[in-house]
C-alpha cells in the first residue's frame, strides 16, 4: 500500500503564489510518472501538469508560464510552484503518482494512487 500526503494548499489573493508538496510513502519499488491533478465545482477533474521519473514534464496549455513541476526522487516527493494565479485556478489539487511495487516473490506491479486532495482557494 502507498499513501499521498499532499500539503501546501490555502487562499491567495489573485497574482499570488502557493507552493504544493505530495511525498508519497509505503510499499513503493520506484515511483514512476507524477502529477497535478485538479477538480473545480461542477467539473470534471483535469490534468494540471506531469513529470517522468527522468523530469520530462508536459502541462495544461492554461497554466504554461505560470506553474512550474518538479520532483525529489531521493525524497519520493512532487511539487507544484503556482505563480500568477487566477480566480480560475480555484480548485481542489490532487497528486497522482505511477508506482511501481515489488512483492516478496519478485513480482512487480505497477498501480496508480491519489492523495486525498487540498484546497486552493483565489480571490480576486
Known amino acids: 500500500q502507498v499513501q499521498l500526503v499532499e500539503s501546501g494548499g490555502g487562499l491567495v489573493q489573485a497574482g499570488g503564489s502557493l507552493r504544493l508538496s505530495c511525498v508519497a510513502s509505503?510499499?513503493?519499488?520506484?515511483?514512476?510518472?507524477m502529477g497535478w491533478y485538479r477538480q473545480a465545482p461542477g467539473k470534471q477533474r483535469e490534468l494540471v501538469a506531469r513529470?517522468?521519473?527522468?523530469?520530462?514534464?508536459n502541462y495544461a496549455d492554461s497554466v504554461k508560464g505560470r506553474f512550474t513541476i518538479s520532483r525529489d526522487n531521493a525524497k519520493n516527493t512532487v511539487y507544484l510552484q503556482m505563480t500568477s494565479l487566477k480566480p480560475e485556478d480555484t480548485a481542489i489539487y490532487y497528486c497522482?503518482?505511477?508506482?511501481?511495487?515489488?512483492?516478496?516473490?519478485?513480482?512487480?506491479?505497477?498501480?496508480?494512487?491519489w492523495g486525498q486532495g487540498t484546497q486552493v482557494t483565489v480571490s480576486s
Open positions: 497522482n503518482c505511477n508506482v511501481t511495487t515489488r512483492s516478496s516473490g519478485g513480482y512487480y506491479r505497477e498501480y496508480n494512487y
Open positions: 513529470i517522468s521519473r527522468g523530469g520530462s514534464t
Open positions: 509505503g510499499s513503493i519499488f520506484t515511483i514512476n510518472a
